[in-house]
């Protein structure tokens, strides 16, 4: 049964490119077929995954703007069981362009019905805002991954997401779950850290992963060598605790 | 004679407000008269100055869709010499009127010249995006500080934000420059941030500020007690080196 999970923050730097391609590449470790589609025109997911930026290539742009069909789009990894339709988003026109191929909200939700069987989990890693491209990342959405770093900032940024999250499931996407709320870069020696941790648990009771993301040097250093850390260096406290989360997500979605 | 420095990097969490809050704090406690602008629709910035998030509070919003004089917009801040307009963008649908109001992309330029004998220095605090909103904020500034995270991702997700500058350069601004790269968040320990450094001073000879921010947990707590670093804990590694930021740009700016 084919779920599909956007990871999601107006806030930027707080994880999403990181949880989308660790949790992407250790889901495919636990042998489940996986599709990541960059949605962010920075295109850091492609990177990460080994995938490099080649003028060339085709990706979400085709899909928005040209009407490619997206299994035309998609690019297997060194990893098994990782495939990866990358961004192609060269320039500010492009993204303008892409912009307005999102205004049709649905567009990305449509598309998937061609891999419906072919893979377990399609995941989308968002950009950072509430743009048109955010939107129909959430509207193709099952539910919403949203990565919290345990700093001030990024706790107060949320009040236009969430209702921005209501205002999808009011008309274009019914069905649109907030999974969780992932703590990440997680210090436990800070007292920031443990007060961001009590305050969005207080806040949003049940809908806070048990596991959090500590800050992790492998994951800040595996993309340099193009590779997810869980091929980098699995030992790494970062790849394991999203290894740990690939599989709390597994039971909770493969035991309902 | 009045400076206007956009901070803005496409990348998200790379430190824009952080450096824009703080630089702007050092810059007043030096008696430069500053205006601080908030173009980010997640209002930190507003929040670090002290500036409660309050429904009622006017702000950028009010001149971009209901064109209201930019006088009537600014708030004065606790700390002297320092006045803020804060973004009160509330709203997915607030914001998409921020973004039809900015296709004038000279509505900012050309709110400015009323407050051009009042201030020393406006700084602009730009959302994490090439959105119409950052192209008025580069189009409206004489110079651009793109900070830069000490990271892998930060310093590969330049290609399209360079190219949107030099398009703004041809058009739209033909004065605006590089006032320089800032790295932030650099960790002397780690290889990751001398790599990066060396990386960029290659790439951008003479364009790299030689002051750099540390990752300084002052920093990342003083939002939460609504104060600049500088207010917060002005002996700090992370306050320290915004003031000497602040007074490299006083002396190249009133040198000259
Ligand atoms: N747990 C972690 N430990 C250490 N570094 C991390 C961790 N998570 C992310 N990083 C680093 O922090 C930076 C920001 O992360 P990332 O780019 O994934 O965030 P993002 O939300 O996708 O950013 P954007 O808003 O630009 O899309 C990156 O340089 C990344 O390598
Ligand atoms: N030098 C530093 N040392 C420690 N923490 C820092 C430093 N600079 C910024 N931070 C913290 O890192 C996070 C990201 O910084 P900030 O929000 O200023 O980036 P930004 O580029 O404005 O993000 P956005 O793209 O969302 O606008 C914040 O929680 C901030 O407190
Ligand atoms: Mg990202
Ligand atoms: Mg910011």
Redesign the pocket.
């Given at each position: 049964m084919l779920k599909k999970i956007a990871i999601a923050s107006q806030k930027?730097?707080v994880?999403?490119?990181?949880t989308?391609v660790n949790l992407a590449a250790s889901l495919a470790i636990l042998e489940r077929r996986i599709l990541l589609i960059d949605l962010?025109p920075?295109g850091?997911?492609g990177i990460a995954c080994g995938i490099t930026n080649n003028r060339a290539m085709r990706g979400i742009y085709d899909l928005f703007v040209k009407k490619v069909p997206i299994v035309e789009l998609i690019y297997r990894t060194e990893i098994p069981y990782l495939d990866i339709i990358p961004a192609n988003i060269w320039s500010n026109i492009a993204e303008e362009e892409m912009v307005q191929g999102s205004k049709n909200r649905s567009i990305l939700a449509n598309s998937l019905y061609e891999v419906t069987f072919v893979y377990d989990y399609i995941l989308f890693?968002?950009?950072?805002s509430l743009s048109h491209i955010t939107v129909a990342g959430i509207t193709a959405a099952d539910s919403i991954i949203i990565p919290v770093q345990s700093e001030y900032y990024s706790y107060h940024a949320f009040e236009s997401f969430i209702k921005l999250i209501r205002t999808i499931r009011y008309g274009l996407n019914p069905s649109i779950e907030i999974e969780g709320f992932l703590l990440t870069m997680y210090d436990p020696r800070t007292r920031l850290s443990a007060n961001i941790k009590q305050k969005l648990r207080q806040r949003f009771p049940g809908k806070v992963f048990n596991i959090v993301i500590p800050r992790s040097a492998a994951l800040a250093e595996a993309p340099a060598y193009k590779q997810p850390a869980i091929l980098f260096n699995i030992s790494s406290a970062g790849a394991q605790a999203y290894l740990r989360l690939a599989e709390e997500i597994i039971t909770s979605e493969e035991k309902s």
């Open positions: 930027g730097g994880g999403k490119t990181t989308s962010d920075q850091c997911a890693d968002c950009p950072p």
